[in-house]
C-alpha cells in the first residue's frame, strides 16, 4: 500500500483530534501538530495486513526552557514520538517543526544538522556506550562527526562537557571505561555526550530507571541546571509520576498512542480527572513505610492492540466508570475543566 493510499485510510477511519488551546508563544522550540506513527504490518512478507497505531493524533508545544514529561505505561507509544521527534521514524501524518521549520522529510546533510541540535539521553547509560573505547573516544565520536578536525579542540570541548556533568578532574575520567564507572557516573557520560554538541533540545528517556534511587535525583538536578544554564527544551519521558514534578513544567499522559490528559504540572497532579491518571498516581512509589503493606487497586487487564484499538475511549474496556454505550462508542473530544488543562474523558461532558 502506498503512502498516499495510507493517509487516505487514517482520513476515512481516525477521528478528528482537538489541537491544543496553548496560545502561540515566540520562543517555541518545538512544535508537533496532529501527528500520526503508523507501522505497515505484512502477512507472509508482502501482503498489507493492518497497522500498528503507535502514535494517533498527537499536538504539542514546546517552548526554551520548558520540559515536557510523557507519562505512560510500556507499549503507550512515548518511545515511538521520541523516535519520531530524533527522526529514526518519519511521520505517517501530520507535521513536526522545529525552530519555525518542517523537518518530517529532511534529507542527508540537512538531517544531520539537524541531529546536531537534539541531544539525546538513553535509558540505559552502560547499553548506550561501546565497551570497546574510552570515555575520551566516546565524547570525541559525536564532535569528529559533524566536522571538529582540531584534536586540541576536541579535548578542551570533551574536559568541558566532563566537568558540566561534575566529572572532575577530566582528565582522570578520559582515559577510563565504561564498566570502570559506576551506574551514575556512566549516566553522566551519557548525557555529558547528549550534550557535546551544545544542542537546543534535550529528549530524556527514562534517564533515571536504571540507577538506584539515591542517585536518580542528582541526575534529575543536573539535567535541571543544564537545562536553565543553556536554555534548552527538554521531553522527559518516563511511566514514574513521582519524579516528574520535580523536572517538568508540562504533563502529557499517554495510553494507546493518545494523549488522554494534558497540563501544567499543579493541573494534572492535584485535579487529575481521567481515571487512568488516578491508575498511575495509584502505581507510584510511596515513601511512607505505613503505606507498605497497603493493596492499591490498579484497573484490570492489558492495554489495547494497537492494531485493533477498541472503538470509542481506548480505555474503556479497563475503565471502572465506563458509561455504556458512550465510552464505547465514539471517542471523546478533549475537554477543558479548567483552562490549560485537557482531558479525554466522557465523564467531563
Known amino acids: 500500500m502506498t503512502t498516499k493510499d495510507k493517509t487516505k485510510e487514517m482520513k476515512t477511519s481516525s477521528p478528528a483530534k482537538a489541537q491544543t488551546s496553548r496560545s502561540l508563544i515566540s520562543d517555541v522550540l518545538l512544535n508537533i501538530k496532529d501527528l500520526h506513527v503508523w507501522f505497515e504490518l505484512r502477512k507472509w512478507g508482502f501482503r498489507h495486513a493492518g497497522y500498528v497505531r503507535a502514535v494517533d493524533g498527537i499536538s504539542f508545544e514546546l517552548t526554551n526552557s520548558e520540559t515536557i514529561a510523557i507519562v505512560g505505561e ?54 548506550a556506550m561501546p565497551p570497546f573505547m574510552s570515555i575520551q573516544a566516546i565524547l570525541e565520536e559525536p564532535l569528529k562527526i559533524n566536522g571538529v578536525k582540531d584534536p586540541v579542540e576536541r579535548f578542551n570541548r570533551v574536559k568541558k562537557a566532563l566537568e558540566e556533568v561534575k566529572m572532575s578532574p577530566a582528565e582522570e575520567f578520559m582515559a577510563k571505561f565504561p564498566h570502570m564507572l559506576s551506574g551514575g557516573q556512566q549516566q553522566r557520560v551519557v548525557i555529558a555526550r547528549a550534550m557535546i554538541m551544545e544542542p537546543r533540545l534535550l529528549i530524556a528517556d527514562e534517564p533515571v530507571s536504571m540507577l538506584d534511587a539515591s542517585v536518580r535525583v542528582e541526575i534529575l538536578k543536573l539535567l535541571r541546571g543544564l537545562q536553565k544554564k543553556h536554555n534548552l527544551g527538554v521531553i522527559y519521558i518516563t511511566h514514574d509520576l513521582s519524579t516528574v514534578r520535580y523536572f517538568s513544567e508540562q504533563i502529557f499522559v499517554m495510553y494507546a498512542g493518545q494523549v488522554i490528559e494534558k497540563g501544567n504540572v499543579k493541573q494534572v497532579l492535584q485535579a487529575t480527572s481521567h481515571p487512568y491518571t488516578f491508575a498511575l498516581l495509584e502505581a507510584t512509589s510511596d515513601p511512607d513505610a505505613h503505606n507498605a503493606t497497603v493493596q492499591k487497586e490498579v484497573p484490570p487487564g492489558e492495554p489495547p492492540s494497537l492494531v485493533n484499538p477498541p472503538k470509542g475511549c481506548r480505555f474503556h474496556p479497563r475503565c471502572p466508570k465506563m458509561i455504556d454505550g458512550l465510552c464505547n462508542a465514539e471517542m471523546p473530544p478533549d475537554f477543558e475543566p479548567e483552562p490549560g488543562h485537557f482531558v479525554k474523558c466522557w465523564l467531563l461532558k
Open 74 to 127: 510500556s507499549g503507550c507509544g512515548k518511545t515511538s514520538l521520541m523516535r519520531t521527534v530524533l527522526l529514526l521514524n518519519r511521520p505517517t501524518k501530520g507535521t513536526v517543526t522545529f525552530e519555525s521549520k518542517v523537518i518530517n522529510d529532511l534529507k542527508a546533510d540537512d538531517l544531520k544538522n539537524y541531529r546536531s541540535h537534539v541531544g539525546y539521553v538513553q535509558q540505559d547509560p552502560y547499553g
